[in-house]
């Protein structure tokens, strides 16, 4: 093989590599529903972000009720959809702590800790995250066993409803994924 | 003879909890020219571990931190 053949082939492997090689990113399913690990999730993500990673968050399951907005009449809902719309919380105001919850006495007194403390909220974290343009990623399929409708999720500026493999496809680009 | 550094920028963080401090000192950073320094102020007991791995991660280079209890000051130099 001549030398530029040689240099021909090597060039388009090393474009290759570029193109499988993950990006500087990090990948996140939110599970959970609770407001600490919530705030964990928005801390790690906007965090990440002022390490120079663009991030991309994957609610599923619980998590999802998260992102409700506080007052939504929709129609158009099964007895199924129905009743977890109504025992689910509405949003990121109701959430409630994973432990030490006591009847919701937990969470109160954690909300004025976080103030006292000066911690950001769960709201000031979505907004933030926004503003940083953390990508929202919803599982579709959460949303259609719980029954709820999109439009009755947040308005937020990189919002996607999505399933598992969109996911699996940008978590598989990624430098970092969690699982929370 | 004096080594005072020349600041462009001066951030006042105190009081902030994790992530804030960084996050507001990346976001001021991306606003400013290359060979500019930042000094930031910050009350954050985690500043001290949490800047140098930003500063390591984003490329950027921390010059010198003034230690002091509860407020350390933290002077940044942008590189790129």
């Known amino acids: 093989m001549d030398v530029n053949e040689t240099i021909e082939s090597l060039k388009k492997q090393m474009a290759e590599l570029k193109e499988s090689t993950e990006k500087n990113q990090l990948s996140m399913v939110v599970f959970s529903g609770d407001l600490d690990k919530l705030l964990a999730s928005f801390i790690i993500a906007t965090g990440a972000v002022a ?32 009743m977890f719309g109504f025992m689910l919380p509405k949003g990121s105001t109701k959430v409630k702590l994973s432990k030490m919850n006591m009847g919701g006495m937990g969470t109160a007194m954690m909300k004025t800790l976080m103030k006292k403390k000066n911690v950001q909220s769960l709201e000031q974290m979505i907004d933030l995250a926004a503003e940083l343009d953390v990508k929202i990623y919803i599982c579709e399929m959460s949303m259609d066993l719980m ?29 970092i994924q969690l699982f929370i | ?45 985690g500043a001290h571990t949490d800047f140098p ?9 921390i010059l010198k931190i003034e230690k002091g209890d509860p407020e350390s000051k933290f002077f940044i130099k942008k590189l790129k």
Not at chain 1, 53 to 76: I, N, P
Not at chain 1, 151 to 168: K, Q
Not at chain 2, 4 to 17: F, P
Request: aromatic share 10%; charged share 30%.
């Open chain 1, 147 to 175: 029954g709820f409708k999109r439009e009755e999720m947040i308005d937020y500026p990189h919002r996607n409803f999505v399933g598992v493999a969109t996911f699996l496809e940008v978590a598989g680009n990624s430098k």
């Open chain 1, 51 to 82: 390490m120079g990673l663009d991030v991309v968050m994957f609610f599923t399951f619980w998590a999802t009720s998260a992102l409700r907005k506080k007052k939504a009449k929709v129609k158009g809902k099964d007895f199924f959809g129905k």
């Open chain 2, 1 to 45: 003879m004096s080594d005072e550094i020349k600041v462009d920028v001066e951030m006042d963080l105190k009081g902030l909890a994790c992530p804030m401090p960084v996050i507001k000192v990346s976001q001021q950073i991306k606003k400013m020219t290359t060979g500019q320094i930042l000094a930031a102020e910050t009350t954050d007991p």
């Open chain 2, 53 to 61: 791995a930003w500063a390591k991660t984003s490329g950027n280079e």
